[in-house]
């Protein structure tokens, strides 16, 4: 069986759970190396600057002073190993910020929306339909599948059409009269 870091001596996962591994089994040494190893790769690794502490401790402890000299030899990673690791890290940035740039995009959106149909609800309010439609007509063109919109909207042109005979109807007495 070939394992994975048969085929890629240097691959950050594997070399992160082997040291992790050799730390539960009190390897401490080994498990030295492998996050040293890890941390050439990619150093932001929080975990195998954390264990790299704890295990120093550790071997302090056990080896002494001089516990540096009985640590086998840690590998040199190579440039390309290091650059694919930042350009792995670089797409994975770049894939979040696009993510919480989408996620701002929507936030504003549904405050404007959110804005829009309050300042509708305002101006039905004051009697200003007119202006309110004009308000619930933006909101309809950001969400055209809220519903709450159209029932808004509908009642105004229903209030304004009402509006508009009450009016007429009480101009009527008033112009039959002259």
């Given at each position: 069986m070939v394992s994975a870091l048969e085929l890629r001596p240097?691959?950050?996962?594997?070399?992160?759970?082997?040291?992790?591994a050799y730390e539960a089994l009190e390897r401490y040494?080994?498990?030295y190396v492998d996050y040293k190893?890890?941390?050439?790769?990619?150093?932001?690794?929080?975990?195998?600057?954390?264990?790299?502490?704890?295990i120093t401790?550790?071997?302090?402890?056990?080896?002494?002073?001089?516990?540096?000299?009985?640590?086998?030899?840690?590998p040199n990673v190579p440039i390309s190993a290091q650059q694919h690791r930042r350009e792995e890290l670089s797409a994975e940035v770049l894939q979040a910020r696009a993510a919480r740039a989408e996620e701002e995009k929507a936030r504003k959106a549904e405050a404007r929306f959110t804005q829009l149909k309050q300042e509708g609800n305002d101006l039905?309010?004051?009697?200003?339909?007119?202006?309110?439609?004009e308000k619930y007509s933006e909101c309809i063109a950001m969400k055209p599948s809220e519903c709450s919109v159209y029932t808004n909207s509908e009642a105004e042109q229903e209030l304004q059409e009402v509006t508009?005979?009450?009016?007429?109807?009480?101009?009527?007495?008033?112009?039959?009269?002259?």
């Amino acid at each position: 069986m070939v394992s994975a870091l048969e085929l890629r001596p240097f691959s950050l996962k594997p070399l992160l759970r082997r040291a992790m591994a050799y730390e539960a089994l009190e390897r401490y040494r080994k498990a030295y190396v492998d996050y040293k190893t890890v941390l050439q790769i990619d150093s932001s690794v929080q975990a195998a600057n954390d264990s790299i502490h704890r295990i120093t401790k550790q071997l302090i402890e056990q080896d002494g002073s001089d516990w540096r000299e009985k640590l086998p030899e840690i590998p040199n990673v190579p440039i390309s190993a290091q650059q694919h690791r930042r350009e792995e890290l670089s797409a994975e940035v770049l894939q979040a910020r696009a993510a919480r740039a989408e996620e701002e995009k929507a936030r504003k959106a549904e405050a404007r929306f959110t804005q829009l149909k309050q300042e509708g609800n305002d101006l039905v309010k004051k009697g200003e339909f007119d202006k309110a439609v004009e308000k619930y007509s933006e909101c309809i063109a950001m969400k055209p599948s809220e519903c709450s919109v159209y029932t808004n909207s509908e009642a105004e042109q229903e209030l304004q059409e009402v509006t508009v005979l009450l009016r007429a109807s009480l101009l009527e007495p008033e112009t039959q009269g002259n």
